[in-house]
């Protein structure tokens, strides 16, 4: 393995994409907030939930601080997240909740001890901004999946979380859609939030789609904004040569007074209409109730047929 010395906009090099130790009971996992704040009410259910698969729970110094939106500052945001980061002891860090303001910690941070001790990274929307991060520079796998704030939900996407983290990543199997394209495809699965990844472009952060299988999703965009976006996505080169495209929910759609015209279904389909990839629609993560997770990083099968679809891990 070999390691270039850290610096801004240098990659770390690596032979191949690095997988964190996963959890086992009596690991530490801290919980720190990157964007908008929280409150100890919000994130009881959370560590209540992780105490009871046996693992410590260690809290941000900052995390219920606040400033306007966010949850302390910048510095105090990025602070936190610091010290979980070069503390060998803590083997996960759970993001407290999305919102936004990640973008504005990401290079006020040092992930030179991360990146020869990687942990996991848990999180997912405005926490787009780490993957990418982790993808476009280091190679390590993350988890786009629930946050702390959604743990008072309990739900399947919760129960499968901890599969994942504990080392028993699954298979997805999923029925079919009148948007779904047929085929085969495997590469690394890398993406996240659609406005995210847009506006990382041009960034250090911003990631290589080529040979690899898309995951995008969103929530309370304007409908023209989500074709302005898929169009920027069309036109720098990220959609052509994809494995395969996986998109989840598009959740609460907003629209003009004069309609778009198209759902926000529609509008992905036609921006990858020119290309001949599998394609998956109403994938069940994002912002919706039983957010699956997804290990991004890690090489998947994506097999879509008239009946439906499955992602493999592989």
């Not at 039983?290 to 990083?297: A, D, F, H, K, R």
Request: net charge negative; glycine share 10%; proline share 4%.
């Amino acid at each position: 393995m070999k390691i270039l010395p850290l610096g801004k906009g240098i990659k770390q090099c690596f032979t191949k994409v690095r997988t964190p130790d996963y959890l086992k009971e009596g690991d530490k996992v801290a919980i720190v907030a990157s964007a908008r704040k929280v409150t100890e009410q919000e994130m009881a259910p959370c560590i209540n939930m992780l105490e009871s698969w046996g693992l410590e729970v260690v809290p941000g110094d900052n995390l219920y601080a606040m400033q306007d939106q966010y949850a302390g500052s910048d510095e105090m945001r990025a602070s936190d997240l610091q010290k979980m980061l070069d503390d060998e002891s803590i083997k996960g860090i759970l993001f407290a909740r999305g919102g936004y303001g990640t973008v504005r910690t990401v290079d006020l941070l040092d992930f030179y001890s991360f990146s020869q001790n990687p942990k996991w990274l848990i999180g997912y929307s405005d926490v787009t901004v780490f993957h990418s991060h982790m993808h476009a520079m280091y190679d390590i796998e993350t988890v786009h999946g629930p946050m702390a704030i959604n743990f008072a939900e309990n739900n399947e996407g919760i129960a499968a979380l901890k599969q994942v983290l504990f080392g028993d990543a699954p298979a997805f199997e999923m029925g079919g859609h009148e948007r779904n394209r047929e085929g085969i495809g495997q590469g690394m699965l890398v993406g996240g939030n659609l406005s995210l990844l847009y506006s990382l472009k041009g960034s250090i952060s911003d990631i290589e789609t080529a040979g690899r299988i898309l995951f995008i999703e969103d929530l309370d965009e304007y409908l023209y904004h989500i074709d302005r976006m898929m169009m920027n996505l069309k036109r720098s080169g990220m959609l052509s040569n994809l494995q395969g495209l996986v998109v989840g929910g598009m959740t609460d759609m907003n629209d003009n007074d004069v309609p778009f015209g198209k759902t926000a279904e529609e509008i992905v389909a036609d921006a990858v209409a020119d290309f001949e990839y599998p394609i998956c629609f109403n994938f069940p993560a994002g912002h919706i109730k039983g957010n699956m997770p997804l290990i991004l990083g890690r090489q998947v099968k994506l097999s879509i047929s008239s009946n439906g679809g499955s992602i493999n891990y592989v």
